[in-house]
């Protein structure tokens, strides 16, 4: 019962495989973007833009986004529990962790998929 309210009801293990996902997901994504600007050494706002045009890239970087605000959710939240004891306090530095995730992901949205 103690380990159920503690955590939310998710074992460690799916804390540990979202970490990973995420990090494989943000480091292949950080790889493409590397490469595509090693491969345009003149690379200009034109390219970028055809770039970030392209509806493959919106998702590669809506999923990239989504994966950048689980990785850091569920890295905060381990943290939270791990180091801050008081219940208040870590109950308060986890609210305002949730807001900056949450606009975080609205306003890359609204950055990919805005007008």
């Known amino acids: 019962m103690v380990a159920s309210i503690t955590n939310l009801g998710r074992s460690g293990l799916y804390d540990w495989v979202i970490q990973r996902l995420t990090a494989v997901i943000l480091a292949v994504y950080t790889l493409f973007l590397l490469g595509f600007v090693i491969a345009h050494p003149d690379l200009q706002y034109s ?3 055809q770039l970030f045009a392209c509806t493959a890239m919106k998702v590669a970087s809506l999923l ?4 950048m605000c689980a990785h850091g959710w569920v890295g905060m939240w ?8 008081p219940t208040g306090i870590r109950f308060l530095f986890l609210l305002v962790t949730a807001a900056f995730v949450f606009v975080y992901l609205v306003w890359g949205i609204d950055i990919l998929w805005g007008a």
Do not use: L
């Open 47 to 49: 390219d970028w833009q």
């Open 64 to 67: 990239a986004i989504i994966s």
């Open 78 to 85: 381990t943290i939270a529990t791990d180091y801050i004891k």
